[in-house]
């Protein structure tokens, strides 16, 4: 209790963590005496070197006030790390399955109260796996210890699932599984996997140095013989792993010492079953939502949306899907397929139907802090949902929301240096280092973004976010053929991205080809009158052509609609024309004025 107070203190240092929030992190739901907080904080400032390391505020909470520093050095028993890509999905298999599962084991396993392995970064993982790289290249690209592969056919009746644990250092097979699970069932499919890598990772040691006479348990249930101490894994192979056919089928662990371990391979039965027809679908929307939001095409993210929905409405208490629903919302509202209006109704509307929010839903508070600042325009609230959640660990919405929260305040080195120490855990995720060339762009620093944009470009051709933030930077660094090159690919691509569009029309005027310029952004503005239209990337556009009224009146409508780009366009080297006018500098007030309220609030 005492470790686990401290843990949250030091993720809170220097704020003021409630009795409230250490009883629920300490004991949860369990019912515990009044003074169970003010004893289990007594003790532990007993162990502690000073002891008023520790702060009462009167009637608040507690306070770490001692300097907290990162270790820097590699403790013993580090944690092995752990890749894992989706699984390889066969014919008969639904699209979305492959990447649900391994999903799942990152989360579970990410989430772990006691972790057991450090679990490498999702999207430079799903990256590697999306460019062909075997399961053994993407372990040593980034260098870990472990990799957990596997591939999910359809049977007649069933789904089997076949996991394989590798060493990366020699490509030997550690163990290897086999579930199997009912068609009708599959949304148990992940758990059951989690539970036995639970099982797995906490009773056998799995040191990366040593190697075993043999490949490890596996199990028994592929024809084959026992592997010998020369069975190895060639480079990226999915083959099937030997086993004992004979081997008995236990349903539970077996002695470490013998070269199989075999567990029922039976499907659950149904009055096992822990979903009942309502949950069970409820699941299967959720996993289906969250595959199809992380594809920028905006029917993608909208049947996403539908699905995130669906399975809110059949399963109330399915946090994890209102977490991805709430996300998903922030998203759509960059892309500018969904207005922010909306976008914040759905949040705020979600978040207040989960129980004992913020507590049981952390990872959605990013989102809700982007909602905060953006639509409501109350930078406190915003401030006060990030310090809840700053001890969360790097993850693709997390980290997003953080770095465009830091942006929109135009706080552009803390931007930088958010982003470039999230590239240090995951260095190949593409929307990282596009990301990190759109801030140093807003930061002035063309040079460094010019680099940095050339580096997404060569290394993720294929990625929207690269030939957006790309065609914007070398436009307006006189590189303007190929940012109308990238801008033409980038539409062809992705036609119903407005904001790519707009993108166009800026290199066009950059390029001189202003008729080309004028035309889009007009056709921009009448499907503006049918549906919502970003309204922040068609003013430099607007500059680009001379027409600064133009550019003032979009500029209105971008703050009126509570654009999500709003506040960075005002920081924008691109729109530098502007300064001056009147009225831009009364839109650029609004930020200032919103920073000295909510110190106000904080001082308080």
């Known amino acids: 209790m005492e470790l686990a107070a401290l843990q949250l203190l030091l993720a809170n240092a220097g704020q003021v963590v409630t009795a409230a929030q250490l009883k629920r992190v300490l004991w949860g739901e369990v019912h515990v005496t009044a003074d169970s907080v003010t004893k289990c904080v007594s003790s532990l400032r007993s162990r502690l070197h000073p002891e008023d390391c520790i702060q009462t505020v009167y009637k608040r909470g507690y306070r770490l006030i001692s300097e907290v520093r990162s270790q820097t050095s590699s403790p013993s028993g580090v944690l092995l790390r752990l890749a894992i890509p989706p699984f390889v999905t066969h014919t008969g298999v639904p699209d979305h399955l492959g990447s649900a599962i391994a999903e799942e084991a990152i989360s579970r396993l990410s989430n772990a109260p006691k972790p057991i392995a450090s679990i490498l970064a999702r999207d430079s993982v799903f990256t590697l796996a999306k460019r062909g790289f075997a399961a053994q290249q993407i372990g040593e690209s980034l260098n870990a210890d472990l990799i957990l592969s596997g591939t999910v056919r359809a049977l007649i009746s069933h789904f089997r699932l076949r996991v394989e644990m590798i060493r990366v250092a020699d490509g030997v097979q550690l163990w290897a599984e086999d579930l199997l699970v009912g068609r009708d069932k599959v949304a148990g499919l992940e758990s059951k996997l989690a539970a036995r890598l639970d099982f797995r990772l906490q009773t056998r040691a799995l040191d990366p140095g040593k190697t075993s006479s043999h490949p490890g348990p596996v199990f028994a249930m592929d024809e084959g013989k026992i592997p010998t101490s020369s069975t190895k894994r060639k480079t990226g192979a999915r083959g099937r792993a030997p086993s004992d056919e004979s081997a ?69 208490s399915l946090i994890a899907a209102k977490v991805e629903l709430v996300n998903l919302c922030v998203n759509q509202a960059f892309f500018g397929y969904m207005s922010t209006a909306l976008a914040a109704e759905l949040v705020h509307r979600t978040v207040a139907s989960i129980p004992d929010f913020p507590a049981h839903a952390q990872d959605a508070l990013p989102a809700l802090a982007w909602i905060n600042l953006h639509f409501d325009r109350d930078l406190s609230a915003a401030l006060r949902a990030l310090s809840l959640c700053a001890h969360l660990p790097h993850s693709r919405s997390i980290t997003r929301a953080r770095s465009m929260f830091a ?198």
């Open 248 to 316: 008995p089928a236990t349903g539970g662990p077996t002695d470490w010492s013998a070269d199989v371990l075999a567990i029922s391979a039976a499907a659950v039965p149904a009055s096992e079953s822990a979903f009942n027809s309502p949950r069970r679908e409820a699941y299967e929307a959720f996993l289906r939502g969250r595959y199809e939001w992380q594809a920028p095409e905006r029917h993608r993210m909208q049947d996403g949306l539908q699905h995130l929905l669906r399975a809110t409405e059949l399963d109330p």
């Open 407 to 604: 942006l929109s305040r135009h706080r552009f080195a803390e931007a930088i240096a958010l982003l470039r120490a999230a590239l240090e855990l995951d260095p190949f995720s593409p929307w990282l280092h596009s990301r990190l060339a759109w801030a140093l762009h807003l930061d002035g620093q063309a040079a460094a973004s010019v680099e940095q944009i050339e580096h997404a470009l060569r290394h993720f051709p294929d990625l929207e976010g690269a030939r957006f933030y790309g065609a914007m930077i070398l436009a307006f660094n006189g590189n303007a053929p190929r940012a109308v090159e990238i801008a033409e690919q980038l539409v062809q691509r992705q036609p119903y991205f407005d904001a790519a569009n707009a993108v166009h029309a800026y290199a066009l005027a950059c390029a001189g080809r202003v008729s080309e310029c004028s035309d889009i952004l007009e056709r921009l503005q009448w499907l503006g009158r049918e549906r919502f239209i970003l309204k922040s990337f068609n003013i430099a556009g607007c500059v680009a052509l001379g027409d600064l009224d133009k550019a003032m009146s979009e500029f209105r409508a971008a703050n009126q609609e509570r654009c999500p780009w709003f506040f960075q366009m005002l920081a924008d080297p691109r729109l530098k024309p502007l300064h001056g006018h009147p009225e831009f500098e009364e839109l650029r007030a609004i930020l200032p004025r919103m920073e000295a309220a909510a110190l106000q609030v904080g001082e308080a």
